[in-house]
């Protein structure tokens, strides 16, 4: 019986017992030799194809534990003068490594086929990150991904990010009562940000009361 090489680069024997017929086990081998051959043509100018997993689902939990352990789904909350309410909400989901491991993030880029990779701030020489900051591709493309493929460390952060991205969508935001439920769903995911909460909500009130009292005025 043939054998095929596993996950930890030794060979094993796909039916071991001997009892799968042989046309049902050649179609069991082609199709994952087709799903070996797919992955190593589609990275193979990124990294070393034997550093690939042997299928695509690997990839994917490989794709999760990075993301638990260097990824991030940021809510920044952001003064702007010009936007409704003087503040906007502004979901990114970003992920680090130092230069040297710039593949991983090619490779995450050509994934999700969306985002780009830029030079950290601050560490422009050393370290890099892959970034999707289009509302679009985060509702259309990430969030689905990781509701299919669940992180474990960042679970409850993404609950919230995906809420918020999809409140967004839903144009919660337009409203004053829904801007501020966003704006407490972010801080939830955290709360040591520039601006307190009650700062943000109570000037983004008395933007709200001007602005009515101009409407009204004679």
């Known amino acids: 019986m043939t054998s095929r090489v596993g996950n930890n680069g030794q060979l094993y024997d796909p039916d071991p017992q001997g009892t799968t017929p042989p046309q049902i086990l050649l179609k069991i081998l082609s199709i994952n030799l087709t799903w070996v051959k797919k992955l190593l043509s589609e990275f193979k100018d990124l ?7 042997s299928r695509r689902k690997y990839l994917y939990y490989y794709i999760v534990g990075l993301v638990d352990g260097e990824g991030c789904f940021s809510i920044s909350v952001k003064k702007q003068e010009d936007a409704k309410f003087g503040w906007v909400i502004d979901p990114v989901f970003h992920v680090t490594q130092s230069k040297d491991q710039i593949a991983v993030l090619e490779i995450l880029k050509r994934v999700f086929n969306c985002g780009r990779i830029i030079p950290k701030p601050g560490q422009e020489d050393s370290t890099f990150q892959y970034i999707v900051d289009s509302r679009k591709n985060i509702a259309e493309k990430i969030i689905p991904f990781f509701r299919k493929h669940k992180p474990v460390v960042k679970w409850r952060e993404f609950q919230y990010f995906a809420e918020i991205v999809e409140g967004l969508e839903r144009g919660e935001h337009r409203t004053p009562e829904g801007f501020k439920n966003l704006l407490k769903k972010a ?14 909500i109570s000037e983004m009130e008395r933007r709200v009361d001007a602005s009515e009292t101009i409407r009204r005025a004679p």
């Not at 990294?47 to 997993?53: T, V």
């Not at 955290?190 to 700062?199: E, I, M, P, V």
């Open 47 to 53: 990294i070393d194809p034997r550093m690939l997993p």
């Open 187 to 200: 801080y939830e995911i955290s709360s040591n940000r520039k601006h307190k909460l009650d700062d943000v």
